[in-house]
């Protein structure tokens, strides 16, 4: 089965720009997160969706950062404007969880290294 | 706050031997823990589940156990090889959370 898609693969822009990432979820998953890894650091949950509504986005600095989940598939992660801090690399995940059923797997796409110069 | 804690020093291990790996967390008590793997440039992989009324799994070469009591899992990887090298982390899917990684280097 495909796996979950990210793209692109690396940006790199300049502080006060903005940049969009984009990610596919496996299909009939419907559950998605999106993930901010800082180098030599574990995977920081900045959203999650359970198809197209948001369950928990406590994490996400909602001044600068936005997500979507379009009609509960593919989902965007926005920075704007982006920091020097905000470099690091951005995963998408996926899962079949719902509801009560937490207990799945995550699958992860490759991530997008962002570089904030 | 709750907390996932797992050894941030890199673990050196010769070929053929037992690698095992540590995982604490505080201040909540997760239904269960997900161990994944992590190579470089690449996002985590799956590998086990564990619950709580579950005190030990397997996976071919690959063990963990959950100590409620403790508040710890162990992850353990019997005659590792050199291709076992990369980043294991722990995760509390309840939670979202993810330790920072332990990383294994095994040398032939």
């Known amino acids: 089965e495909a796996g979950v898609a990210q793209s692109p693969r690396y940006k790199i822009i300049e502080k006060r720009q903005s940049v969009a990432f984009w990610c596919n979820p496996i299909s009939g998953h419907a559950t998605l997160y999106w993930y901010q890894q800082i180098l030599g650091q574990g995977p920081k949950l900045l959203i999650q969706f359970q198809n197209n509504g948001v369950v928990d986005d406590s994490q996400l600095p909602k001044d600068r950062f936005s997500a979507e989940r379009l009609k509960g598939v593919d989902s965007t992660l926005k920075i704007q404007p982006a920091k020097l801090e905000d470099s690091a690399v951005y995963l998408c995940?996926?899962?079949?969880?719902?509801?009560?059923?937490?207990?799945?797997?995550?699958?992860f796409g490759q991530g997008t290294r962002l570089t904030v110069v | 706050s709750q907390k996932i804690e797992q050894n941030s020093e890199a673990l050196n291990i010769q070929e053929g031997k037992t690698a095992t790996l540590t995982c604490n967390y505080t201040?909540?008590?997760?239904?269960?823990l997900q161990w994944y793997r992590q190579d470089p440039g690449r996002g985590p992989v799956f590998l086990l589940l564990?619950?709580?009324?579950?005190k030990e799994k397997r996976k071919e070469r690959l063990k963990v156990t959950f100590d409620t009591t403790l508040k710890q899992s162990l992850f353990h990887i019997t005659a590792s090889q050199p291709a076992d090298s990369a980043t294991y982390l722990c995760s509390s899917w309840g939670k979202f959370q993810f330790g920072a990684g332990t990383q294994v280097v095994v040398t032939p």
């Open positions: 995940a996926s899962s079949l969880g719902q509801g009560a059923r937490w207990d799945t797997e995550a699958f």
């Open positions: 564990i619950r709580e009324n579950e």
């Open positions: 201040n909540y008590s997760p239904a269960y």
